[in-house]
């Protein structure tokens, strides 16, 4: 059984302690009920906190420095079929060795969609978690 998905977002505001992203709902997202799939949303608040965390740098392949992921957690609120969700990630701690920031994935009308917290360490290069 072959399984195929494509998740897009663009970011809309980058700030030093603000990030924001919109991510449009594709059919390749969804899960058989016909909302968006848990691990897509996990997927788009992990990437804008990411982006949060780099700051002004550009990620290239295997560069010092980059936020590795150490920690998630996720509390799913609610969820829609169709539309945008809007991630809006700020920092709960902007630390020299771990940062932790939170990402709140909005949907229409400003629905809660999720509230995520990440946890960030600066990886060696060519660290493989």
């Not at 709902?25 to 909302?35: E, F, H, K, R, V």
């Not at 949060?52 to 150490?70: D, K, N, Q």
């Amino acid at each position: 059984m072959k399984i195929e998905g494509s998740i897009e977002f663009q970011v809309v505001e980058r700030t030093p302690e603000r990030v924001v992203a919109e991510m449009p709902i594709l059919p390749g997202i969804l899960n058989p009920y016909g909302s968006v799939n848990a691990g897509a949303i996990l997927w788009f608040a992990d990437v804008t906190a990411t982006i949060l965390v780099l700051g002004p740098s550009r990620p290239t392949e295997g560069m010092a420095g980059f936020p590795l992921c150490i920690t998630l957690n996720a509390n799913f609120i609610s969820n829609q079929k169709e539309g945008t969700f809007k991630a809006v990630s700020t920092f709960v701690k902007k630390g020299k060795s771990v940062s932790v920031v939170r990402t709140i994935v909005y949907g229409k009308s400003d629905r809660l969609i999720a509230d995520v917290t990440t946890n960030h360490v600066a990886a060696k290069p060519h660290d493989h978690a």
